[in-house]
């Protein structure tokens, strides 16, 4: 395991060698200390599956099912899970770095110790995601989706787009937006208690404000 820092957030990632893990090429294999390279499981149905200290490259998930089950100290980058369905899954101690999540659906999905980098999730729905440790988004496309009931405080969201992010019943409180973009975020104020914000934010947090309390600004 190595450790990252992002601001204050540590998080604990794995150090795979590709070198002690085991090609594997069919998704009814076990998925334990495997290397996977560019696979096509499109559409592939994953249940109560136990995806372990595994590196995953280049694979296309689009359209899978993932239900309950846990991925656990992997490495997954350049993998599209676009359209996919996640629920009730846990993800732990992985670091995902430029995979697309486009109108990926979210559901009761428990996060720790997690790093996604540079990853797309414009459309995508978090409902009821919950950070039961460690979880930072960096570089990432979050434009256009709607998280709703999500539970992810001291979440670091830094130099993330967030335009036109919709945010419902969600806390974030402690969580770090530095660097993002806030312009059309959709959120009722109080969602956004206790966030950390860069002084060149502000501009874009006053709009913010003046959107959601529905003032009147006059010159005159």
Request: with cysteine; charged share 25%; proline share 3%.
């Amino acid at each position: 395991m190595r450790t990252t820092m992002l601001g204050d957030v540590k998080i604990l990632l794995p150090d795979l060698d590709p070198d002690d893990l085991d090609s594997v090429t069919d998704p009814a294999d076990s998925l334990v200390e495997a290397l996977v390279e560019g696979a096509p499981w499109r559409g592939t149905r994953f249940e109560d599956s136990s995806v372990r200290s595994s590196r995953i490259t280049g694979a296309d998930l689009s359209e899978s099912t993932w239900e309950a089950g846990a991925i656990y100290g992997c490495e997954i980058s350049r993998t599209d899970f676009s359209g996919a369905t996640l629920t009730g899954i846990t993800i732990e101690r992985c670091a995902v770095t430029g995979a697309r999540f486009t109108g990926t659906r979210l559901t009761d999905v428990r996060l720790k110790d997690v790093l996604f980098d540079g990853c797309r999730f414009d459309y995508a729905t978090f409902q009821r995601v919950t950070a039961a440790g460690s979880v930072a988004f960096t570089d990432c496309t979050l434009a256009n989706a709607t998280w709703s009931s999500c539970r992810l405080p001291r979440v670091a969201l830094r130099s993330c787009d967030l335009a036109g992010l919709d945010l419902d019943s969600c806390h974030l409180d402690g969580a770090d937006l530095r660097g993002s973009r806030l312009q059309g975020l959709k959120t009722p104020l109080e969602n956004l208690h206790g966030v950390t914000l860069g002084e060149d934010q502000l501009p874009d947090f006053t709009q913010l404000t003046v959107d959601a309390l529905g003032l009147t600004v006059r010159n005159d």
